[in-house]
């Protein structure tokens, strides 16, 4: 049963429009939420995160919205680059698993980014 | 800041065999976890240690062990390799795992191919 799932396997966008990428989860335990983006052959790169008691959190260019009433959150970025074109995983934890080592992750959604 | 690193980066073995992956955390972090990445599986929690002690363990079989040094250096190992266990092991350190909201960080992962 997959626990935080990301619908859609892909993505493509013209260059300098939003990407929106979309997460629901179903375990309303979750409190911390992470965006990580991946490219072959290398491990996750940490983008943004957001607690629960945040419903948006923004660092430049990549803004989160959190809604926990529908458990889904998603990931803006404005303007997108062709150097954005990668998996994007969201990922989820919650205190109850007695540590933030356990992070549950989608199966990612790939972002292609066209000039 | 030197990031996690992980050695070595390319494995291949034969069923039957074990194998000893190796990481270093970012310097001053305390926790490292270990995940599997595969096609059909995406990223799964594997285990976490924190002051060399195991403190969650995700849904493996007893052939995937680890530990942690007094260093924060951690060490993964799997017995009795079979063809399933191919994939990218990837391991992530984070500073203190004192709550939910504190982020973890990957190396570049191990990629085991098991023939």
């Known amino acids: 049963d997959q626990q935080v799932k990301q619908n859609s396997p892909s993505l493509s966008v013209q260059e300098g429009r939003i990407s929106i990428l979309n997460c629901d989860y179903t375990?309303?335990?979750?409190?911390?939420f992470l965006w990580y983006k991946k490219y072959p052959a290398e491990g996750p790169t940490f983008l943004i995160s957001?607690?629960?008691?945040?419903d948006k959190n923004e660092d430049g260019r990549f803004t989160v919205f959190l809604n926990k009433s529908a458990k889904h959150l998603s990931l803006h970025i404005v303007p997108s680059q062709p150097g954005d074109s990668a998996v994007y995983f969201c990922a989820a934890s919650a205190s109850f698993m007695g540590s933030q080592g356990n992070l549950i992750f989608g199966k990612g959604t790939k972002l292609s980014v066209k000039p | 800041k030197a990031g996690v690193t992980q050695t070595p980066r390319y494995l291949i073995k034969t069923r039957g065999q074990q194998v000893t992956l190796s990481c270093s955390p970012i310097?001053?972090?305390?926790?490292v976890s270990w995940y599997q990445q595969t096609p059909g599986q995406g990223l799964q929690f594997l285990f976490e240690?924190?002051?060399?002690?195991?403190?969650n363990k995700g849904n493996f079989p007893g052939r995937f062990s680890g530990r942690q040094f007094s260093n924060s250096r951690s060490e993964m190992n799997v017995s009795t390799l079979e063809l399933g266990d191919s994939a990218l092991y990837l391991c992530?350190?984070?500073?203190?795992?004192?709550?939910?909201?504190?982020?973890?960080?990957f190396g570049p992962g191990t990629r085991l191919t098991v023939l």
């Open positions: 957001i607690s629960s008691i945040k």
């Open positions: 310097s001053g972090h305390r926790s």
């Open positions: 240690y924190f002051s060399e002690t195991q403190r």
């Open positions: 375990n309303s335990m979750f409190d911390y």
């Open positions: 992530a350190s984070s500073l203190v795992v004192t709550t939910s909201t504190d982020t973890q960080y």
